[in-house]
C-alpha cells in the first residue's frame, strides 16, 4: 500500500467525534488553531451510543460549567431536547441538576453541521492506526489507508472502541459499538510507547418499540414546564415554543427478580464471560439484584430515542444476559408484557489507559503531545468525556501557544475535581460524576457556572469579546445583587439578569458554609506554594516507604499539595517531603 | 494550628521567667519594624537598619514612661532564624519589665508566639542548616511516637477506638444523605426520618461525652486544683503538709498564721493534685493583711475543682463555720466536688462528725489515706476513664467544632431543611473529627509536632 504523507501539516488532530471529540475539535477550531478531526464513520458523530439523556446529578453542572467555558454539549443539548427535567427540586440549589433527553438523530445531525461550520477544522473519515512517532517523538498519525496525518499535538477520544468487545449473553464479539468495529491496532501502539493500559466495562440496555408498550400502566413524567436551558446562548422563549415528549416510569416485579436469579448463568458478567469492572453506580440489573436482594422493585424509565421514532430506551435494564432471558425479563414486567425488543441490551469490554499517567492538562507524560480525553481515561458519560474533550482540546491550544495551561481548581468546578481525582488517584471502576466529590458542593452550582468560569473562556479566546462585555454587564447585575441592589432587569446579549439574581440568592442561602469553604481552600493554599523540583530524586529518602517512592516518581506532583492527594501517602511522609524540600531550599539559598 | 499564619508578628521571652540579669524577648514576622516603633525610643527606620548590629533603646510606656533601658538587634528578611524581619530586645529580667514589654509589643499586634513557632517558621522559610534540619528530622520522629502514646492517631488507644466509631457513625449517616442527593433515578426510598434523627441525637451524646472528658481530662493533666478552707486554726496547713508529705505551710495555734494562699502538688494514685491552703474565712479579721488573704482565698475557692472544707472536732460547731461553710458552698463553682472532712481526730471530741464523712488527724495520719482514696475517686468515678480522656486542647477544638456541626446538622434535619446541608455539617464535622483520627491536612500535624519545642526557640 503506498504511503501517503498528508500535505497540509495540522496544529492538532483529534481522533474519534464522539462527545470528547467534537468538543476537542471544536474548541481547538474556535481558539484559531489548524484541526483534523479523523474519524471511522461520518454517520456517527456525536452518536447518544447508550441513554438519550444530557444532564444529572452532578453532570448536570458539568455541562453548565462545559458552556461556560465555551464548549458545544450543552448548545447542542438545547437544540436536539425532547424533554426537560430539573432533578433534585426536593433539595436545595446546590444539588439541583438539570437534565434533557433528546432526539439522537438531531443530537448527531446538529453536531455533524457544527463540525462542517466551523472555521479551521476539516473532518476526515478514515481510522486511525498507530503513532506516528520518530524515536519517541510524536509526529502524528497513521491511518488504516496508510494516510500519515502531521500535527503538533494529537487528542485520542477513542471511547470504548479500543479492542472493543460486545457480549449479548454467551455470545460475543469484536465491536467498538454495536454495528461499527473496533479499533485495535491503535490500542497496541500506545501501550507499546510505554502507556499502562487497562480493561474496563460496560453495557446498555434493550430497546423497545413503544407501539407496543402499555402507556396506561406507567406513569408519565412531563417534561418541566417552562423548560430552562443548558446554554446562556439558547433562547429560552424559542425554546419554550418548542414540543415537548413525556417520559414514562414504571418497576420491575418480584418476578423478574426470580427470572434473573434463575437465568444468571445466561449472561456474560455472571456466566463468567466478562472479568473487567463496570461501574457501580451505573450497574445492570442482574448486578441490582445479586448486590441488593432486600429490594423487591427497581424502577424503570422509558425515554423516547426520538421525534420520528418510537424507539424507546429502557433506562434502569442495563444487561449482558442472554437474549432469551432479556425478553422474559421485559415480559415480567405489566405495562411491558406485550412489548417488543428491537435492540437487545449488552455489555462492551474495552482498553482504557490509566490516566496516572496524565498530567493535569491530560497531556501524556509518557509521550509529549499526546493527549487522551473520555472513556479512554476511565471514565463514563457523554458529559465526562465531553468535559475531559475540552480540557484537552484547550490545553493542547495552550501548548502550542506557549501560554499557562488551564488546570481548574478542585473548588473552582466539577470538571476540576474529574480531572483531579483521575489523575492522582487513577480508576478501578469507570468513573462518573456526583455531587458528593465535591467538596465544595454548595459553591459550584448549575447556577454560576458562568459566574466562576467565563472570564477564563474569555482569556483563553473561547468567548468572543463582543459577548465578553454583556458577560461583564451580567457579573455587574450578580455582584449588585449580592448586595441587595436589583437596579438592573436587563442585559444586552446572551446573558439574563433573572439568573443573576438567582445565583446571588444561593450564594446567600449557603452564606456561612461558603465562607467556611473559602478559608478552607485559602488554608489549602500554603502546600501549594511548596513546589517539589521535577527531577526531585524520591528513591534517596529513606523515611518513605517503597509504595510512597514508587507513587511519587510515576506521578511526580508538582507541589505538596498535589502530594498529599495522591491516596495511601500517610501524613508522616508529607512532612518528612516538606522538610527535606525546605532544607534542600535552604541549602540552595545558601548556596547561591 | 502553627500554620494558620505563618507571617503575622509574633512575640515571645525566649530566657527563662524567673528573675535574672537579662531576659530575651524575640519577635518575628510582618511589620515587625513599624509595630516595635510603637514603643522603643528613638524611632528605627528599616531602611537604617544595620542587621545583627547591637543598638541602645528605650522601651516606653504608653503614657511615655520609661520602662527599661534596654539592647535590641534588629535582622531583616531573609537574613535572620527565622527568615523573616526579627528583633532581639535584651531587657533587664525582672518580671515586671518582662510583662509589661511583652503586654506592649501585644497591644500593638504581636501576637503572642506558640510553642515552637520560631522553629516552624524558620523550616517554612527553609532557613535552617544541614545538621538542625536532621536533628529536627530526628525530632519528628521522636515525638510522631510520643503521640502514639499520647492520644491519637495510632490505634489501640480507648480515645482512638471511639474517634474511629464516630468517624464510621458520621460516615455511615453522610452516605444516606449523599446517596439521595446523587441519586438520578429516585431509586433510594425516602429517608426514615425519626429514626435518622435517633441516630444523630446518639451522635451527638457520644461525642459530647468525650468532649466533656476533656474538662476532666485536661484536669489529670494540669493538676486537680484543691482547695483546703475552713474556720480558722482548724488545721488546714497541717493537712496540707500532711497530703503534700512535708512542712510547707507555716503551723502555727495563732489563728491567721498563713496569711496568703499556699500552694503544693502532691500525687495521689497516679493523679496529679495541686493544692492550696487558704488563710481562715475569718469574717471579723481586722487586720489588713489578713483580710487581703482572704480575699485571696475566695478567688482560690472559686477556681477550685475540689474543695475539702475543714471542720475541727475538738470544736463545737460554732455559727461562724456554719456562715464559712454557706459561704464556701455558694462561692464554689457548679462543677466542683466539695468535701467535708473533719480535722483533729487525736484530740477529745467536742462533737461527732457526721456518719460517714472523713474524719482524720493530721498528727497521727489517721484518715488521711481514706481522705486520698476520696480525693483519687474524684478521678476516677462514673463514666469517665483515663484512658479515652480528652486531654488535647486541639483534640477537645476538634470534638466541639464536630460537636456543634452535629447539633447544626440535627436541628436542620429537624426542621426538614435541605439535605445538602444537613450533609455538609455532617462533613464539617468529619474533617474536624478527622483532625483528630490523624486523617488531617499534613501541616496541622506537622504543626503539632513542632509545638513540642520549648517556647521562642
Redesign the interface.
Known amino acids: 500500500m503506498n504511503k501517503f504523507i498528508y500535505p497540509q501539516k495540522y496544529d492538532i488532530t483529534v481522533i474519534g467525534a464522539g462527545h470528547a471529540g467534537c468538543e476537542a475539535a471544536l474548541i481547538c477550531s474556535k481558539l484559531g488553531l489548524q484541526t483534523i478531526l479523523i474519524t471511522q464513520n461520518l454517520d456517527t458523530i456525536a452518536q447518544m451510543s447508550c441513554n438519550p439523556s444530557i444532564g444529572?446529578?452532578?453532570k448536570g453542572q458539568i455541562v453548565k460549567e462545559i458552556d461556560a467555558l465555551g464548549g458545544i454539549m450543552g448548545i447542542n443539548t438545547d437544540k436536539s431536547a425532547l424533554n426537560y427535567h430539573m432533578?433534585?427540586t426536593s433539595?436545595?440549589p446546590?444539588?439541583r441538576?438539570p437534565?434533557a433527553q433528546c432526539d439522537k438523530k438531531l443530537y448527531h445531525l446538529n453536531m455533524k453541521f457544527a463540525l462542517e461550520e466551523a472555521e479551521n477544522l476539516r473532518i476526515i473519515q478514515d481510522e486511525a492506526q498507530e503513532l506516528w512517532l520518530e524515536g519517541s517523538c510524536l509526529k502524528g498519525i497513521k491511518s488504516a489507508r496508510n494516510v500519515f496525518y502531521e500535527s503538533k499535538a494529537v487528542i485520542i477520544t477513542s471511547g470504548t472502541f479500543l479492542k472493543g468487545i460486545i457480549h449479548i449473553g454467551h455470545f460475543s464479539f469484536p465491536g467498538g459499538r454495536y454495528n461499527d468495529p473496533p479499533s485495535s491496532s491503535l490500542s497496541d501502539s500506545i501501550s507499546q510507547a510505554g502507556v499502562k493500559r487497562g480493561r474496563l466495562k460496560t453495557g446498555t440496555p434493550m430497546r423497545l418499540n413503544g407501539r407496543t408498550i402499555d402507556f396506561s400502566l406507567c406513569e408519565k413524567q412531563a417534561p418541566d414546564s417552562p423548560a430552562e436551558p443548558f446554554s446562556v446562548f439558547t433562547d429560552k422563549e424559542k425554546l419554550n415554543s418548542r414540543i415537548f415528549l413525556p417520559c414514562w416510569i414504571t418497576r420491575t416485579e418480584k418476578e423478574t427478580a426470580e427470572i434473573i436469579s434463575k437465568n444468571l448463568s445466561s449472561g456474560a458478567l455472571y456466566g463468567g464471560k466478562i472479568s473487567s469492572l463496570g461501574p457501580r453506580y451505573c450497574p445492570s440489573i442482574e448486578d441490582k439484584i445479586v448486590k441488593f436482594p432486600h429490594?423487591e422493585t427497581?424502577?424503570i424509565?422509558l425515554e423516547p430515542e426520538g421525534f420520528q421514532t418510537l424507539e424507546y430506551y429502557v433506562?434502569?435494564l442495563s444487561t449482558s444476559l442472554s437474549e432469551e432471558t432479556q425478553t422474559l425479563i421485559v415480559k415480567s414486567i405489566p405495562a411491558l408484557k406485550n412489548a417488543q425488543i428491537i435492540r437487545p441490551g449488552y455489555a462492551i469490554e474495552y482498553d482504557y489507559f490509566d490516566p496516572q499517567n496524565l498530567d493535569f492538562t491530560l497531556e501524556s507524560k509518557i509521550i509529549p503531545g499526546l493527549y487522551l480525553a473520555g472513556q479512554v481515561n476511565g471514565t463514563t458519560g457523554y458529559e465526562e468525556a465531553a468535559a475531559q474533550g475540552l480540557m484537552a482540546g484547550i490545553n493542547a491550544c495552550l501548548k502550542i501557544k506557549r501560554e499557562e495551561p488551564l488546570i481548574l481548581k478542585r473548588h473552582e468546578a466539577y470538571i476540576g475535581v474529574m480531572i483531579d481525582d483521575l489523575i492522582t488517584k487513577g480508576v478501578d471502576e469507570p468513573y462518573r460524576m456526583?455531587?458528593?466529590r465535591a467538596?465544595h458542593?454548595?459553591m459550584m452550582r448549575q447556577d454560576n457556572a458562568d459566574i466562576r468560569l467565563s472570564e477564563i473562556a474569555f482569556k483563553i479566546g473561547a468567548l468572543h469579546k463582543n459577548l465578553y462585555s454583556s458577560f461583564k454587564a451580567y457579573l455587574k447585575v450578580y455582584e449588585e445583587a449580592s448586595k441587595n441592589k436589583k437596579n438592573i432587569k436587563e442585559i444586552l446579549g446572551p446573558w439574563r439578569a433573572e439568573n443573576a439574581y438567582l445565583a446571588a440568592k444561593n450564594d446567600a442561602e449557603?452564606c456561612a458554609?461558603i465562607e467556611?469553604s473559602k478559608k478552607e481552600i485559602e488554608?489549602?493554599k500554603?502546600?501549594e506554594k511548596v513546589s517539589i523540583p521535577h527531577d526531585f530524586d524520591y528513591g534517596k529518602i529513606k523515611?518513605l516507604s517503597n509504595e510512597a517512592k514508587q507513587k511519587l516518581s510515576r506521578l511526580k506532583p508538582k507541589n505538596l499539595s498535589d502530594a498529599?492527594r495522591i491516596p495511601g501517602l500517610t501524613?508522616?511522609e508529607?512532612?518528612?517531603l516538606?522538610?527535606i524540600i525546605?532544607?534542600?531550599?535552604?541549602?540552595d539559598?545558601?548556596g547561591n | 494550628m502553627l500554620l494558620k499564619n505563618t507571617e503575622d508578628l509574633i512575640v515571645s521571652l525566649s530566657s527563662g521567667l524567673e528573675k535574672s540579669a537579662v531576659a530575651l524577648i524575640r519577635f518575628s514576622g510582618k511589620d515587625c519594624v513599624k509595630t516595635v516603633n510603637f514603643f522603643l525610643n528613638p524611632k528605627v527606620e528599616k531602611s537604617k537598619i544595620v542587621p545583627g548590629q547591637i543598638k541602645k533603646v528605650k522601651i516606653i510606656s504608653e503614657e511615655g514612661e520609661l520602662i527599661d533601658n534596654a539592647l535590641g538587634v534588629f535582622y531583616i528578611s531573609p537574613k535572620s532564624y527565622t527568615g523573616q524581619d526579627m528583633l532581639e530586645l535584651f531587657c533587664h529580667g525582672s518580671p515586671y519589665i518582662i510583662k509589661k514589654t511583652l503586654s506592649l509589643a501585644h497591644k500593638y499586634g504581636a501576637r503572642q508566639a506558640l510553642p515552637g513557632e520560631f522553629t516552624f517558621r524558620a523550616y517554612i522559610n527553609g532557613k535552617l542548616n544541614l545538621s538542625q534540619a536532621e536533628a529536627v528530622n530526628d525530632l519528628i520522629n521522636s515525638e510522631t511516637e510520643k503521640q502514639h502514646k499520647a492520644a491519637i492517631s495510632q490505634l489501640k488507644g480507648d480515645l482512638s477506638e471511639k474517634i474511629k466509631s464516630y468517624r464510621e457513625k458520621i460516615i455511615s449517616l453522610l452516605a444516606e444523605l449523599e446517596v439521595r442527593i446523587d441519586d438520578t433515578y429516585e431509586e433510594v426510598s425516602d429517608l426514615d426520618k425519626k429514626s435518622y434523627l435517633a441516630r444523630l441525637e446518639e451522635l451527638k451524646q457520644d461525642i459530647s461525652r468525650s468532649a466533656s472528658s476533656f474538662e476532666k481530662g485536661n484536669l489529670i493533666k494540669k493538676g486537680v486544683n484543691t482547695v483546703i478552707c475552713g474556720l480558722p486554726n482548724c488545721g488546714k496547713s497541717s493537712l496540707l503538709n500532711r497530703l503534700a508529705g512535708y512542712e510547707r505551710a507555716i503551723v502555727s495555734p495563732i489563728a491567721g498564721t498563713t496569711r496568703d494562699v499556699v500552694e503544693e502538688t502532691a500525687e495521689i494514685a497516679g493523679y496529679k493534685f495541686s493544692f492550696s491552703d487558704t488563710a481562715g474565712l475569718n469574717k471579723n479579721a481586722k487586720d489588713e493583711v489578713e483580710k487581703e488573704g482572704i480575699k485571696r482565698s475566695e478567688k482560690a475557692v472559686k477556681k477550685a475543682d475540689i474543695v475539702i472544707f475543714v471542720r475541727d472536732l475538738s470544736q463545737k460547731e460554732s455559727k461562724e463555720e456554719k456562715e464559712a461553710f454557706e459561704f464556701v458552698t455558694a462561692l464554689k463553682s457548679d462543677t466542683a466536688k466539695l468535701i467535708e472532712a473533719f480535722s483533729k481526730s487525736d484530740l477529745p471530741k467536742a462533737r461527732e462528725p457526721k456518719t460517714g464523712f472523713p474524719v482524720f488527724s493530721s498528727l497521727t495520719g489517721e484518715g488521711i489515706e481514706r481522705l486520698k482514696d476520696i480525693l483519687a475517686d474524684f478521678c476516677a468515678d462514673g463514666n469517665f476513664s483515663y484512658s479515652s480522656a480528652v486531654t488535647s486542647l486541639r483534640h477537645y477544638e476538634s470534638l466541639s467544632e464536630a460537636l456543634c456541626a452535629v447539633e447544626k446538622a440535627y436541628e436542620n434535619a429537624f426542621k426538614n431543611g435541605p439535605m445538602e446541608i444537613t450533609a455538609e455539617n455532617l462533613r464539617q464535622s468529619l474533617s474536624s473529627i478527622g483532625e483528630i483520627a490523624g486523617e488531617t491536612v499534613p501541616e496541622d500535624i506537622l504543626a503539632e509536632i513542632f509545638s513540642n519545642f520549648c517556647v521562642g526557640k
Open positions: 444529572g446529578v452532578g432533578l433534585n433539595r436545595g446546590a444539588v441538576s437534565r429490594h427497581h424502577h424509565f433506562n434502569g456526583f455531587t458528593s467538596e458542593r454548595l449557603y458554609y467556611r488554608k489549602a500554603v502546600l523515611e498529599s501524613l508522616a508529607i512532612q518528612f516538606w522538610v525546605n532544607k534542600k531550599r535552604g541549602a539559598e545558601k
